[in-house]
Every structure is written in C-alpha cells, then in structure tokens.
C-alpha cells in the first residue's frame, strides 16, 4: 500500500469535484469518502455538538453537489472550497442556535453581590435613565428594550415587531439620539 501525498489528495478532490459537477453519482461518493472526515471534524470545531457538526455536514455536501460545476480549479484549492462551504453552514447552523440556552449540567449558583442590574437601577443614573425613557413613545421605548435590554439584533426586532428592518433602524437611531439628549440635560 503506497501512501498519497498531500498534492495527490487535492488533485483527486479537484478531479472528482469537475466529475460531480458533470453529474457523477460515483466521484461524488468518493469525494465524499475522501474528505467526509476531516470537513467533519472542521465543522465539529466550529458547532461543539455531533449533531449540528452532522447537520452542517449535509447542508453542506447538498451545496457540493448543487454547485460543483462552478468550482473552477484555476481560482482555487479543491480542499479549501470545500472546507469554506462546511466552515459557512457550520458558522450559519450556529447562530441560528446561537440564542438557544441550554440549562443541562449547569449549576446555579447564587451570587451573594447584587447584580449588575440591581446596582444601576438603584442610582441617580438610573433614575435619570428611566425619566427619559417614560419620555419615550411606548412604541419607541419598546424598540430599545427589546435590543439593548432583550440583546436582540435589529433584523430580529423587525421580525418581532412585524415593521420594515429600515423603520426599526430609524426608530431606534432616533430613540437613542432622544436618551441621549435628554440624559446630557440632566
């Protein structure tokens, strides 16, 4: 048994790439059983779970054998194209999951310092922070909590909120631009 080098390894990932982009059944279980390991465990380092690693994996032979006719070999490493496609759906499954918050095997631990947010609602600053924000329309004020206080990004409080993503931009550049001057007059 003789050993294949690194640059026999990626001629053959290139090969059976322009096969499986002419529609090879067969080159595309071979690049599968050539590279399927390695863009596992690529993938297993990004998601930290098997199964999203798995997940990541399919989405991202599906885009292999979708779109293996537009690799071009000239422009580019067969094992990097392949490593960049596993690397996007791995990275997009995780934030997908990203703001899922799994409570198993951790334990709760009571801090004896009150919180941060105790802390800040008891003084002046907070105080003056409420004022300005009861000076805010409902609609407004609800805007900025649900993206400074719930952490959620501007495209998911549109969704949420069921307005345009330019509008909830506005409304809270526009909001923060009020807190601000009204916390400057106080």
């Given at each position: 048994m003789r050993l294949v080098s690194q640059n026999e390894n990626v001629?053959?990932?290139?090969?059976?790439?322009?096969?499986?982009?002419?529609?090879?059944?067969?080159?595309?279980?071979?690049l599968y059983n050539l590279q399927s390991s390695r863009l596992y465990a690529v993938a297993l380092r990004i998601t930290c779970r098997a199964p999203l690693?798995?997940?990541?994996?399919h989405d991202?032979?599906?885009?292999?054998?979708?779109?293996?006719?537009?690799?071009?070999?000239?422009?580019g490493n067969a094992e990097a194209w392949l490593v960049t496609l596993v690397r996007y759906r791995a990275l997009d499954i995780v934030r997908r999951r990203g703001r899922e918050v799994s409570s198993e095997g951790m334990p709760e631990r009571v801090d004896p310092e009150p919180?941060?947010?105790?802390?800040?609602?008891?003084?002046?600053?907070?105080?003056?922070?409420?004022?300005?924000l009861?000076?805010?329309?409902?609609?407004?004020?609800?805007?900025?909590v649900m993206a400074f206080v719930d952490?959620?990004?501007h495209s998911e409080v549109a969704d949420r909120v069921q307005m345009p993503l330019g509008t909830v931009k506005s409304w809270i550049r526009r909001s923060l631009q009020a807190l601000r001057t009204c916390l400057e007059g106080t």
């Amino acid at each position: 048994m003789r050993l294949v080098s690194q640059n026999e390894n990626v001629a053959s990932a290139a090969e059976l790439l322009m096969q499986v982009g002419q529609g090879s059944r067969t080159a595309f279980q071979q690049l599968y059983n050539l590279q399927s390991s390695r863009l596992y465990a690529v993938a297993l380092r990004i998601t930290c779970r098997a199964p999203l690693a798995s997940d990541a994996m399919h989405d991202a032979f599906l885009q292999v054998w979708r779109n293996a006719a537009s690799f071009d070999p000239a422009r580019g490493n067969a094992e990097a194209w392949l490593v960049t496609l596993v690397r996007y759906r791995a990275l997009d499954i995780v934030r997908r999951r990203g703001r899922e918050v799994s409570s198993e095997g951790m334990p709760e631990r009571v801090d004896p310092e009150p919180d941060a947010l105790s802390q800040l609602s008891q003084g002046r600053e907070a105080r003056a922070l409420h004022a300005c924000l009861s000076e805010l329309a409902e609609d407004r004020r609800r805007l900025i909590v649900m993206a400074f206080v719930d952490g959620l990004s501007h495209s998911e409080v549109a969704d949420r909120v069921q307005m345009p993503l330019g509008t909830v931009k506005s409304w809270i550049r526009r909001s923060l631009q009020a807190l601000r001057t009204c916390l400057e007059g106080t």
